[in-house]
């Protein structure tokens, strides 16, 4: 079954730098990988997606990630982060070959301090 | 012109009572989900329906029934609730079930 790791609980970063959330990946296919961001008490929001072709996949809000299939890992990256990116984001991946269901990770907190 | 959208949003009940939970999408997407966020946010899925049909059923207590009447609806019915029900409850749809998901606002179901 597929599975998610996003490594790190919290992370946190100054207003203006870059900003960078962890995820890797397990599948026995190819993976459709997902962004996703939720701000307090709201739903989830989709950022961005890789499914096939570039490894940089660019999303909503400056975001973007590296689909890195040696490494099994889709970082999500931004070059200057807000403070309205402070929230919770989650990595999600699904399997090519079939299985419907989408494994989210654990979910990152991300502070971003002014 | 919300595109997922829950009711309620929030649920106090008692132990043992029988609750619902409506969800409706206007995006004419063809697969609807269920979801469940403990409190420490960690999210399962629980029901999938596409164009009616229920495509994937996790190993979730039989006391929860979805029920999807047509494509833009998926309800959720829980009998005899217990503490451990108490979460917040997304509905989401996709196009397909290999696209991305919109997420509802949630309801947050606390059981007393």
């Known amino acids: 079954a597929q599975s998610v790791a996003q490594p790190e609980d919290q992370v946190n970063v100054a207003e203006g730098n870059p900003l960078t959330v962890k995820c890797t990946y397990s599948v026995s296919g190819n993976p459709y990988l997902f962004w996703y961001v939720q701000y307090p008490n709201r739903g989830l929001q989709f950022l961005l997606k890789?499914?096939?072709?570039?490894?940089l996949v660019k999303g909503s809000y400056g975001f973007e990630a590296e689909f890195n299939k040696s490494q099994t890992s889709f970082h999500l990256k931004k070059p200057s982060a807000l403070v309205s990116d402070s929230a919770l984001y989650f990595c999600?991946?699904?399997?090519?070959?079939?299985?419907?269901?989408?494994?989210f990770g654990k979910g990152n907190q991300v502070v971003v301090i002014p | 012109d919300t595109a997922v959208s829950q009711t309620p949003k929030y649920l106090v009940t008692q132990m043992g009572n029988d609750k619902s939970i409506k969800c409706e999408q206007n995006?004419?997407?063809?697969?609807m989900y269920w979801y469940k966020q403990d409190s420490k946010k960690f999210l399962k899925i629980m029901f999938s329906y596409n164009n009616k049909e229920l495509i994937i059923n996790e190993t979730v207590p039989n006391r929860f029934s979805p029920k999807s009447p047509d494509k833009a609806h998926l309800n959720l019915h829980i009998n005899s609730l217990e503490l451990g029900d108490s979460a917040v409850y997304f509905c989401?749809?996709?196009?397909?079930?290999?696209?991305?998901?919109?997420f509802g606002p949630g309801t947050r179901l606390t059981v007393l």
């Open positions: 989401a749809s996709s196009p397909t079930y290999d696209n991305e998901q919109f």
């Open positions: 890789y499914i096939t072709g570039d490894n």
């Open positions: 995006l004419g997407h063809d697969t």
């Open positions: 999600a991946v699904r399997d090519y070959y079939g299985n419907n269901r989408l494994a």
